[in-house]
């Protein structure tokens, strides 16, 4: 049988139009194939079962790479056997710690796509370690040892993207003396991670989805084209799905992007990890600073244990850096920024969240009180906004930067809070009253 023979051969890449062809193939040797011999029909079931796999390959990779991550779960692994399952596999972890079932879940989806050169996207709040993971996939593929090159989207002003992206050449535009590579140059061969990718503008989306069907580039000024290999990952703090729902990001792009898609869960949605991460971070830090790892008091432990962490890892690991360099052998709630020790009794964060017969309550026992810790921590968080937002006067950007918070994180938590920026603007405090009031005000962040 001819036809069979021919669809026997291997194909170097599999695409839709091959793969519809070959079951157009084998459809018609079945209606008209008189009489089939057993080895024939052997055949065919073979060719069929392989066109089934890479019928699932090709149109749904993430559902994919998830369906096989998920089965270690199915057969009950606890937490500690999929992490050592990851280490007997030689994985390469770049300081990622924690067990807990969302994170070793994006842990195995890494392990999975870091091999291929699809693209990934990441996302998550701001300092849940969306950079890390970028890096734990450049690790784990067959790029390891070739650049890993990080570009902030969301830094670059407009006129310079193409240039910083895709080089230049001399006399290109006023400024360019010398020839440039750009990025994706750097990054031949190797990864390159698009971070902040929601802040690029529509002008760099358009240019960045031709690298990504074209796979080359051209320098600002040359009409020269220039072949790249570089395997991308992306990450985010924003939703991409609304956005490019709103118009503001292409989603021909987003789909592009985020043929694998990991999201990092914040801290407080993995509360578990934190008495680890906080003996993790206290040895780590101990080590940089060349000293004992700090005992916290019962008081400390409690407030670390049950805070909100709106800068989630990053925040818990500054905080333990910071206490490690400031206390002696034990550190205590005084040890806190100004802005993260918990309310004193008495005052307006406490009362909200306290019983009210007007009691001073220790922070101790606040904290044992399950109902009053969300309440208490959110409060805390209003609080430390609120006084944030007066000391820059309304500026978002400001506090942003103070606070070492993404912008667009900040933005958000104002949002929850019900705070307006501009009700900081002329005044120390915000008018009576007016809280939230104006709910159409997009808070514009720059003023
Ligand atoms: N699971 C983890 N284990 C150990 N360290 C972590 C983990 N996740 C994050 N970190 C550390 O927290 C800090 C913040 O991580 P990272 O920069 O990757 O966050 P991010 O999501 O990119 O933040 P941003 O959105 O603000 O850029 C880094 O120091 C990183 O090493
Ligand atoms: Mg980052």
Redesign the pocket.
Known sequence: MKILDQIEEPSPAISYAGLIERIEILRSTLRWSSRLERADIDKLLRQATSLRDEVMQLSHKERFVQAAVAEPARVDQSRGARRKALIERSFI??????DNPR?LESLEIAEKAAPTDLPVL?D????????????VIHANGSRADKPFISV?CGAIPDNLLESELFGHRKGAFTGASNDRKGKFESAHTGTIFL??IGELPLAGQVKLLRVLEAHEIQRVGSDETIAVDTRIVA???RNLRQLSEEGKFREDLFYRLSVIHVT?PPLRERRD?IPL?IA??GDEAAGTLKRRPVRLTPRLRDFLLNYAYP????E??NVMYRVSCLAGDMADVDHLPVDMRPAAPGSAAAAGSASSGGEPISVANLMSLSDAKRAASDDAEKAFLERGLREVSGTVAELARRI???RS?LQMLLKKHGLHSKDFRNRNVPPPGNNGADENDEEDDDS
Do not use: P, V
């Open positions: 972890f770049e300081g990622t710690f924690g994170l990441i998550g709040e701001s300092g849940t370690g969306k950079e890390l993971m970028a890096k902030n971070d902040e990450a985010t703090n990092l990890e991460l993790w971070f800068g989630n890892i990053r818990l690991r070492d918070m993404n994180h």
